[in-house]
């Protein structure tokens, strides 16, 4: 079922999503510490934003009919931070390696599948839709480069 929260939502992970292709093909090509550190730089403020977006407006709305589902997604959150920080240093310190890069996007894009497929389906049906569109659209808006 097509709605907007979910329409919204998933187009953030589909733009979360050329971003992964733009830093895996980098990674992998090798590209020149400047060209990674940019390109790192883009994804991480994105990819933060997302996550905040999601805990702060999304998901304390669904917290009390889906508690377990909420708080497994918050816990993988929270990894998703460390690696961002683990994999942030190696670009920083110019020693960052495709494999960690790939297996962050792996994990991410399992992530995105899931919240796809559980709580992007709630959020239109089981919240206020319209309050929470409006936010969404702002906290995202909010990290997108020139915005």
């Known amino acids: 079922m097509s709605t907007p929260i979910h329409d919204l939502l998933l187009g953030d992970h589909a733009r979360l999503d ?4 733009e830093l895996e093909s ?10 990674l550190r ?25 917290e009390d009919r ?3 589902d909420v708080q497994e997604l918050r816990a993988e959150h929270e990894q998703f931070r460390a690696l961002l920080d683990r994999v942030g240093l190696e670009v920083d310190l110019h020693a960052v390696r495709a494999p960690a890069v790939q297996e962050l996007i792996a ?3 399992a992530h995105a599948d899931r919240e796809d497929a ?3 389906l ?4 089981e919240t206020e839709g319209v ?3 409006a936010t969404l659209q702002a906290l995202l808006a909010a990290a997108t480069p020139g915005a």
């Open 18 to 21: 050329g971003l992964f292709d």
């Open 26 to 35: 980098a990674a992998e090509a090798g590209a020149e510490a400047q060209t």
């Open 38 to 62: 940019a390109l790192w730089t883009r994804f991480e403020a994105v990819l933060r934003a997302h996550l905040a977006a999601e805990e702060r407006e999304l998901f304390p709305r669904l």
């Open 66 to 68: 889906h508690g377990v």
């Open 107 to 109: 994990r991410l894009r």
């Open 118 to 120: 559980t709580v992007y």
């Open 122 to 125: 709630w959020a239109d049906t």
């Open 131 to 133: 309050g929470l569109l």
